[in-house]
């Protein structure tokens, strides 16, 4: 079956970048797109973006337009979402999902905190 | 505050149905299909009911989606105390060219 299995979590300075990778297996990684949705503690889920893991195209949020890059490595099957230049305000959960055929977000990841403290 | 409107809180008793609306315009739930999601306290969302209506496999036939003009619903019949959690909707946003969820709702099953 579909496994996501994302990185632990992670503390950063504010102005600090972090690196989110999410590793799939149990299906053919580039036949379906990753996407990246975060949330804030306490808060509502919001959507940063998708990657197509066949090519490695991008779409982002306008949001996060220019502070985000999400890519893929096709020989371990693993997703990434680098985001930079952090503030306090990126502190949340960062999950990857997958795009399973014409069903959006079929399978998730478990999830990585990042927080982001002086 | 997201472009899709969901009541903040829901309840009912064990048995009974609850309805959670969750409410767009033509930008958005009136022109693409709503996906519903269930978040466990402490737990990654689950995918519910997507294209407005269908049930993945393993999802009980006590949820069930519906869409009307720029509104979605999402049924729970039969409610259960396992049910306790926050239900989102979410759906394609035409002026970001991008997904957007509602706020959420969480249900309290009394």
């Known amino acids: 079956q579909v496994h996501l299995v994302q990185s632990g979590a992670e503390v950063k300075r504010p102005g600090a970048s972090v690196t989110v990778s999410c590793k799939a297996s149990g299906y053919t990684f580039t036949d379906h797109y990753m996407h990246w949705v975060r949330q804030a503690p306490g808060q509502g889920l919001e959507w940063m973006g998708w990657?197509?893991?066949?090519?490695?195209?991008?779409h982002y949020a306008q949001k996060f337009q220019g502070r985000v890059t999400m890519t893929r490595d096709t020989s371990t099957s693993t997703a990434y979402m680098e985001l930079k230049s952090l503030t306090s305000d990126d502190t949340a959960v960062y999950y990857c999902?997958?795009?399973?055929?014409?069903?959006?977000?079929?399978?998730w990841g478990q999830g990585s905190l990042v927080t982001v403290s002086s | 505050q997201s472009v899709l409107s969901q009541p903040p809180s829901a309840s009912g008793t064990p048995g009974e149905k609850v309805t959670i609306s969750c409410s767009g315009s033509s930008a958005n739930i009136g022109s693409n299909n709503v996906n519903w999601y269930q978040q466990v306290q402490g737990a990654a969302p689950k995918l519910l009911i997507y294209?407005?209506?269908q049930r993945p496999s393993g999802v009980p036939d006590r949820f069930s989606g519906s869409k009307s003009g720029t509104s979605a619903s999402l049924v729970i019949s039969g409610l259960q105390s396992d049910d306790e959690a926050t239900y989102y909707c979410?759906?394609?946003?035409?002026?970001?060219?991008?997904?957007?969820f509602g706020g959420g709702t969480r249900l309290t099953v009394l």
């Open positions: 294209s407005n209506s």
């Open positions: 990657v197509n893991p066949k090519n490695g195209d991008p």
């Open positions: 999902a997958r795009r399973g055929g014409d069903i959006d977000f079929d399978s």
């Open positions: 979410a759906t394609w946003h035409i002026p970001v060219n991008g997904w957007v």
